[in-house]
């Protein structure tokens, strides 16, 4: 996955079980045989062939590393289709990738795998953009790679212009490369309409250009040929897609992700306006919208193939603690706290049944003035953290002698926005890979594959 964060590791040991528990301290095992489930497969136990979980796999670092299938995930696939390749549990495909359409990455992960995949599967660092209707009308300015007015406008967005295209309009804002400066030195008479907000969807080519332009538009209030503001304003809104500090291809080690770039435009805005930049939303992994969005695609697939039992339980399986295992630390923590508000309003309601609804609590009135107004209400009881040892997350690194030296900013890799919490970057189960981690859920729900099982 991409994403790094250098904390205590968990040891990797010869072949013994897997931690059933979060280990205190980041402490455990990682092994092929998930005994720690054993329990659950006893004779006479009864084993489900309706799922009640659902599947949520990261992509780089878990399945693949750069364009190079990574050992197990096909053989771990093959467990999840039946003879007809169709899906016995629900799957989703989460990834802070975004430089390309969903069709594109579902074409991609069915060569890989040999199951076919669909697009409805998929969800990239921008698809949660889906919710935020209320820019889809505005003339938004788009950073990032791939085909990214397709992108934006599969996502919604009508008025969409890119870096390139402010760059030629502006040809006179981007200095920095000595050759590509203009040879005439006047402004363009092309006009632009005011950019009402800046979406990122992922690290550019051109960082210098990206970052010069970003900035030219956030101190100009949207009119990046224009001098700069100099009295106190609010920027217009920024919304940021895939916070990963660094990220695994084929290479021995992280490369420089999104999140390196996001730290380079915060910084610059610091040290120009000396301000914080704010962000409107935050997307992809860790943050809850992410997830909220991602268990609304296994609740489609779950009513599409007409399964009566709801979905309980998501397995979010990941290589980067910071990310895969934090964010879904994180939606399992949301989770519990909006059952404990259901099971508290259900308590204040039996109280007030013969007085006034001003006694009640309404978490609905509160809901429908968020981002999740877009969505069904969150039904999913749990979301448990799966950890592989494929991708960023290495488990032979040293665990240093005062474990609280890695407890500090220089080592916290998560995004500025996001506190350091050790709960949320201990998941709940360590294995070697994701063949290990498909075995051990299976016991864990002591799921028995039906190969008769047809879509309706």
Not at 7 to 36: H, I, K, N, Y
Request: overall charge neutral.
């Amino acid at each position: 996955m991409r994403g790094m964060l250098l904390l205590p590791p968990l040891l990797c040991r010869p072949l013994q079980r897997t931690v059933a528990a979060r280990p205190p301290g980041l402490s455990g095992l990682c092994s092929a045989v998930p005994a720690a489930a054993a329990a659950k497969s006893d004779v006479g136990t009864e084993l489900n062939v309706q799922p009640t979980f659902g599947f949520l796999f990261d992509i780089d670092g878990v399945l693949v590393r750069g364009k190079t299938p990574i050992l197990g995930a096909r053989k771990a696939f093959q467990k999840l289709v039946n003879s007809q390749g169709e899906f016995l549990v629900p799957v989703v495909f989460v990834t802070n990738a975004g430089n390309c359409l969903r069709q594109k990455k579902a074409d991609q992960l069915s060569h890989v795998l040999g199951v076919p995949i669909f697009q409805d599967q998929i969800m990239m660092s921008h698809s949660p953009l889906r919710m935020f209707k209320r820019y889809h009308d505005k003339c938004v300015l788009v950073s990032g790679q791939g085909p990214l007015l397709d992108i934006a406008k599969h996502l919604g967005f009508c008025q969409p212009i890119t870096i390139d295209r402010l760059r030629e309009t502006f040809p006179l804002l981007d200095m920095v490369d000595h050759d590509r400066r203009p040879k005439a030195l006047h402004p363009t008479a092309v006009e632009l309409p005011k950019i009402e907000a800046i979406v990122l969807f992922g690290e550019p080519v051109r960082w210098e250009t990206n970052l010069q332009l970003i900035i030219d538009v956030l101190l100009t209030s949207g009119y990046p040929g224009n001098p700069y503001l100099q009295a106190t304003y609010s920027h217009i809104p920024v919304l940021a897609c895939n916070m990963d500090l660094m990220w695994m291809a084929e290479a021995q080690s992280p490369r420089f992700g999104h999140g390196t770039f996001l730290v380079c435009l915060e910084n610059i805005y610091k040290k120009i306006t000396g301000k914080d930049l704010k962000y409107e939303a935050l997307m992809g992994k860790p943050s809850e919208v992410t997830y909220h969005y991602a268990e609304y695609l296994i609740r489609t697939q779950a009513a599409a193939k007409q399964w009566r039992k709801p979905i309980q339980t998501l397995y979010a399986i990941g290589d980067n603690l910071m990310t895969d295992i934090y964010g879904a630390n994180l939606y399992n923590r949301y989770l519990e706290e909006k059952n404990s508000r259901r099971g508290s309003k259900a308590q204040v309601q039996a109280k007030a049944a013969g007085g006034t609804r001003s006694a009640m609590v309404s978490q609905d009135e509160e809901f429908e003035n968020t981002w999740e107004g877009e969505l069904a209400s969150a039904a999913a009881t749990s979301c448990r953290s799966v950890l592989v040892c494929t991708g960023v997350y290495n488990p032979h690194t040293e665990v240093p002698s005062d474990t609280r030296e890695s407890i500090t900013e220089t080592v916290f890799h998560g995004h500025r926005d996001f506190r350091f919490d050790p709960a949320l970057v201990e998941p709940d189960h360590i294995v070697p890979d994701v063949d290990a981690a498909v075995n051990l859920i299976f016991q864990l729900e002591n799921f028995a594959r039906n190969e008769n099982y047809r879509t309706p």
